[in-house]
Every structure is written in C-alpha cells, then in structure tokens.
T-cell receptor, first 112, second 114 residues
C-alpha cells in the first residue's frame, strides 16, 4: 500500500518552460514534505521542503505547493534548464515516524 | 569528509554469501538511516540510529538483516545468507539532529546477488 504516490513515471518539458511534478499522499499523519533530486549513480539530494502549516514554499526557480485537503503537492520549476534533467522523488514524514516515505519518482527530461 | 561516504560502491555476491556494507556519515551528524532502493522504486526505510542507539529497525525485511553503529559514527549493514531478492541499491543517509530534518545521502552500494 503506497502512502506516497507519483503517478507520472516520466515527464518531458522544453527548456525554458515550466515543469510541474505531482505527488499524492494517503497518510493524514504526514506533516512535512520534501522533494529530492537524483542523478544516475548518485544518491538523492535535497531540493526543497514544506511544512503542513504552509501552502507554498519558494526557493529560486523551485516552488512547492501543498493542498492538504486534497492530500496533494506539486513541485514547479521555472524556467526549466537542461541540468534539471533527473529523477525527482517526493517524500513525506510525520506522526512520529522515523525517516522518510518516498514515492517511486518521476524522471524529468528537459529537451533543448 | 564533506559528504556521506559508502563502500563498496558495487558488490556482487553469490546466493547464500554474507555481505557487509559500510557507511561513513557526515562528521557530527547525530542521525543515520539506511534505505533500500529496488530498481524502478523509491528508497524504502530500513533502520534508524541516533548516535549509537538503534531507535527503529521496523523496516528491516528479515532477521538476515542486521545494522550497527557502535561508536555513533560509522555504521555497517550486514546481510546474512543473501537471496536474489536482496539485490538493490543500499543508501545511507545522515542528518545533523532529528529525523525530520533533510537527509544527506551517500551514493549507495549496488548489491547484486547471483
């Protein structure tokens, strides 16, 4: 039973356009959400996070939106750049859980 | 070192063999986690240490899996009598303080059991 779902295995976006990656969760105890970026043969690296008391967090080209009622979050990257091509993982924690629960990831491909 | 270091980078084991995977976390990081990532999946939680204390081992898939962090820094994940389904990338991560902080991951050990 997947508690964090990323339903798009891959996404292709033209350079300069907006990339929108989506994530849904089922566990209402989750109260902190993170996005990680992973290049091949490397470990995931932290990108941006959001607490459940907020609905938006912005860091440069990256913005995460949280809709608690829908149990949905999204990562917006604008403008998209070739170096953004990677696998993006949505992760969540809360309710006293140790560690993070990850989705399966979305492979973002930025086309020139 | 500057980041989380894992060794070996690749490990090929024959079914039934024991393996030991090492993790050197970022110096001073209190929390250390082990994750298992199967092909095409996200990382899945295995176990969590705060200093030398193993506070959560609920994700370890069987009693063949054992982890330790005896001095509160380097950690070893041991898998006994490896099976083909153990083939995965094993990721180690550390964080400065509590478990809800952002984690810093190593590059992982890719284990292939033949």
């Amino acid at each position: 039973d997947q508690q964090v779902k990323q339903n798009s295995p891959s996404l292709s976006v033209q350079e300069g356009r907006i990339s929108i990656l989506n994530c849904d969760y089922t566990n209402s105890m989750f109260d902190y959400f993170l996005w990680y970026k992973k290049y091949p043969a490397e470990g995931p690296t932290f990108l941006i996070s959001i607490s459940s008391i907020k609905d938006k967090n912005e860091d440069g080209r990256f913005t995460v939106f949280l809709n608690k009622s829908a149990k949905h979050l999204s990562l917006h990257i604008v403008p998209s750049q070739p170096g953004d091509s990677a696998v993006y993982f949505c992760a969540a924690t809360g309710g006293g859980a140790d560690g993070l629960t990850f989705g399966k990831g979305t492979h973002l491909i930025i086309q020139p | 070192g500057a980041g989380v270091s894992q060794s070996p980078r690749y490990k090929v084991a024959k079914r039934g063999q024991d393996v030991a995977l090492r993790c050197d976390p970022i110096s001073g990081h209190v929390s250390l986690f082990w994750y298992q990532q199967a092909l095409g999946q996200g990382p899945e939680f295995l176990t969590y240490f705060q200093n030398e204390a193993q506070l959560d081992k609920s994700g370890l898939p069987s009693d063949r899996f054992f982890a330790e962090r005896p001095e509160g820094s380097v950690s070893t994940l041991k898998i006994q009598r490896t099976q083909q389904e153990d083939s995965a990338v094993y990721l180690c991560a550390s964080s400065l303080l509590g478990s809800n902080e952002k984690l810093f991951f190593g590059s992982g050990t890719q284990l292939s059991v033949l």
